[in-house]
């Protein structure tokens, strides 16, 4: 199976101010055919269903804020929040959806200070 | 509007049986792949079983494999996932999930609310 390991694991950062989430699989989720990483970024809030923020490592979903960016390829991924918003207080988590199972990482805590 | 509403969650014994729905509203459900996600108390995301939107393909996690069953009735637009031999750490929320593709991509675009799944005697 493929893991997935998030950087850092919780993150308290200032209203206003950038979050930067680091996303590593074991192996790369790159398919070198469709040259597209299978890579998804989710939003969970308190109490909620998470929710598809990103899609193919840099798309984002319709909706979604453009403060919010994802980037990297192969291995190596980030979502990056440009300007902490208040209700932008989650857990995100990446997926891999490029080969069976899917599997997650273990999510990342984003606070505010 | 994608709609999830997920049922029969509750609480059961060890070695019992549940069977969980998944009612589809807001989109042409035959056409697209669906998904089982768990969730268990304060942990992460767990992927449990994909079916396509013919209903031929079936794909599990080895932990639910054996034990579990996923189906889906297209005339009614509604998921199950048949849960057998439950055990302890089978306890979670199950979240039904919408894939944007019919053979199952395991992307997932839209997610239910959930329904809480507690296993204990």
């Known amino acids: 199976d493929i893991v997935m390991t998030q950087s850092p694991d919780s993150l308290i950062v200032s209203l206003g101010e950038r979050a930067t989430i680091n996303c590593k699989s074991s192996?790369?989720?790159?398919?070198?055919?469709?040259?597209?990483?299978?890579l998804a970024w989710y939003q969970q809030k308190p109490g909620q269903p998470p929710k598809l923020l990103i899609s193919w490592a840099s798309t984002r979903e319709s909706g979604v804020p453009d403060r919010f960016s994802g980037s990297g390829s192969g291995t190596d991924f980030t979502l990056t929040i440009s300007s902490l918003q208040a209700e932008d207080v989650a857990v995100y988590y990446c997926?891999?959806?490029?080969?069976?199972?899917?599997?997650f990482g273990q999510g990342t805590k984003v606070e505010i200070k | 509007e994608v709609h999830l509403l997920e049922s029969g969650g509750g609480l059961i014994q060890p070695g019992g049986s549940l069977r969980l729905s998944c009612a589809a509203s807001g989109f042409t459900f035959r056409n697209y792949a669906m998904t089982w996600v768990r969730q268990a108390p304060g942990k992460g995301l767990e992927w449990v079983s994909t079916l396509s939107a013919s209903g031929v393909s079936t794909y599990y996690a080895d932990s639910v494999k054996g034990r579990f069953t996923i189906s889906r009735d297209n005339s009614m637009n509604t998921l199950f996932l048949q849960m057998n031999s439950l055990r302890a750490d089978d306890t979670a929320v199950f979240y039904c999930?919408?894939?944007?593709?019919?053979?199952?991509?395991?992307?997932?675009?839209?997610w239910g609310q959930g329904t809480l799944v507690t296993v204990s005697s």
């Open positions: 997926q891999q959806y490029y080969t069976t199972p899917p599997t």
């Open positions: 999930a919408k894939d944007p593709d019919r053979s199952g991509s395991y992307l997932l675009d839209h």
């Open positions: 192996q790369i989720v790159l398919s070198n055919s469709k040259n597209k990483n299978y």
